[in-house]
């Protein structure tokens, strides 16, 4: 996992794991959104692993998944509030990064 820095406090990145989140913690991030949508593929950790350790590391963690086809203007209300209500650095995950980039964008984040 190489964050994105899309500005001093967003950031996107392919699929992190429950091993990342001290790393990411001690780099400053304060918040989580997950926009990867559970069992997407064989492998993927659960949002609820990633939640409980982030939480355990003092890290606020929100789930606002996208379909891999593009988010709808729900998942992009969804993400405004998520971002309205999460403190900054941010890092957003899907697989690649491509989808949190796109969202971010579509909610008017970057």
Same mark, same amino acid.
């Given at each position: 996992?190489? +964050?994105?820095? !899309?500005?001093?406090? !967003?950031?996107?990145? &392919?699929? %992190?794991?429950?091993?990342?989140?001290? $790393? !990411?913690?001690?780099?400053?991030?304060?918040?989580?959104?997950? *926009? $990867? /949508?559970? @069992?997407?593929?064989? @492998?993927?950790?659960?949002?609820?692993? #990633?939640? *409980?350790?982030?939480?355990?590391?003092? %890290?606020?963690? $929100?789930?606002? +998944?996208?379909?891999?086809? &593009?988010?709808?203007?729900?998942?992009?209300?969804?993400? =405004?509030?998520?971002?309205?209500?999460? /403190?900054? +650095?941010?890092?957003?995950?899907?697989?690649? @990064?491509? $989808?949190?980039?796109? #969202?971010?964008?579509?909610?008017?984040? =970057?």
């Amino acid at each position: 996992m190489t +964050p994105t820095h !899309l500005d001093d406090d !967003l950031a996107v990145s &392919g699929q %992190i794991g429950a091993g990342d989140i001290a $790393r !990411l913690a001690a780099s400053g991030v304060r918040a989580i959104i997950c *926009n $990867r /949508p559970d @069992g997407e593929e064989p @492998g993927q950790p659960p949002f609820a692993e #990633i939640e *409980n350790a982030a939480e355990a590391a003092g %890290i606020e963690a $929100r789930y606002v +998944p996208v379909s891999p086809s &593009g988010a709808t203007p729900a998942d992009v209300q969804d993400m =405004k509030q998520a971002l309205d209500g999460l /403190p900054r +650095p941010l890092l957003a995950y899907c697989r690649s @990064g491509a $989808r949190s980039r796109a #969202i971010l964008a579509a909610a008017g984040a =970057k």
